[in-house]
């Protein structure tokens, strides 16, 4: 008789052995246009997830039952780094998955993948083309219903060619920008910074800190100065005064 290995003793693997590979344009989107502003964006809240290209596991005791999305934001859980995210552990499926499409995966993005997270609960689903081959818009979305199907969004047609779409749960406006998708803040009326705008941010405050300390010193240089000039201004008048009542 066969022995079915207990399920406490299934592995999930975090890898399937296979060379991530990828353009330069998806690994840009990936990381630096989505993950990275979304983490700043929730760092403060401690308990919202975001990552990406990590093995979803979503059946437990099967480990073929398994999703790799590009990034995924999760509302409600510990936003500490995880090696695998497993659906029986952490007890909520993803809120908000992007993909990013490619040759090799738009078929499935569209099909199996979609399948996959509209029956898991996703409430909200998109696509993204950055090289604009695969896709027609290259920028789509889905939307969960309350009847628990996916319904088509519509994207918005841009007079500049570019496209947008709102997703309701982030509370931001994901707008095309050539190969990035960039994800602006309604209420901020500003988009999301991606690291080299924060690096740039940071180095214009530091450049602004710097004058302003050199000013600063500039300042306090001419006070002292007119300080001493005062002080020698009074000690000669009073200097004058001593001779003039020795005189008087």
């Known amino acids: 008789m066969l022995r079915t290995a207990p ?14 590979a990828e353009t ?20 403060a809240q401690g308990n ?11 059946e437990e005791g099967n480990r073929d039952a398994v999703v790799a999305p590009d990034v995924l934001v999760v509302f409600g859980v510990s936003p500490q780094k995880r090696r695998t995210y497993k659906l029986w552990e952490e007890g909520r499926a993803p809120d908000v998955v992007f993909e990013l499409t490619s040759r090799k ?18 409430r909200e689903y998109f696509l993204f083309d950055p090289l604009r081959e695969y896709l027609r818009p290259p920028l789509q979305g889905f939307r969960l219903t309350d009847e628990g199907y996916y ?37 901020t009326d500003a988009y999301l910074r991606m690291p080299e705008e924060t690096e740039s941010m940071l180095a214009e405050t530091e450049s602004i800190l710097a004058e302003t300390e050199s ?22 008048i009073a200097r004058l005064k001593a001779l003039l009542d020795r005189n008087s």
Not at 48 to 58: D, I, Q
Request: proline share 6%; aromatic share 10%; net charge negative.
């Open 7 to 20: 399920t406490s003793e299934i592995e999930y693997p975090e890898s399937d052995g296979m060379p991530m």
């Open 24 to 43: 330069d344009e998806h690994r840009i989107q990936m990381t630096d246009a989505l993950i990275h502003p979304l983490r700043a964006r929730y760092r």
């Open 48 to 58: 919202v997830y975001v990552s990406g290209n990590l093995f979803f596991y979503y």
């Open 105 to 122: 995966t738009f078929e499935t993005d569209l099909g199996r993948k979609r399948l996959i997270y509209e029956d898991l609960g996703v």
């Open 151 to 187: 319904d088509p969004l519509k994207p918005q047609s841009l007079s500049t060619g570019e496209w947008q779409l709102e997703s309701q749960v982030l509370g931001l406006v994901l707008h095309t920008e050539g190969p990035n998708l960039r994800l602006y803040d309604p209420e």
């Open 215 to 236: 000013e600063l010193t500039k300042t306090a240089a001419a006070l002292q100065a007119e300080r001493e000039a005062r002080a020698a201004a009074e000690a000669e």
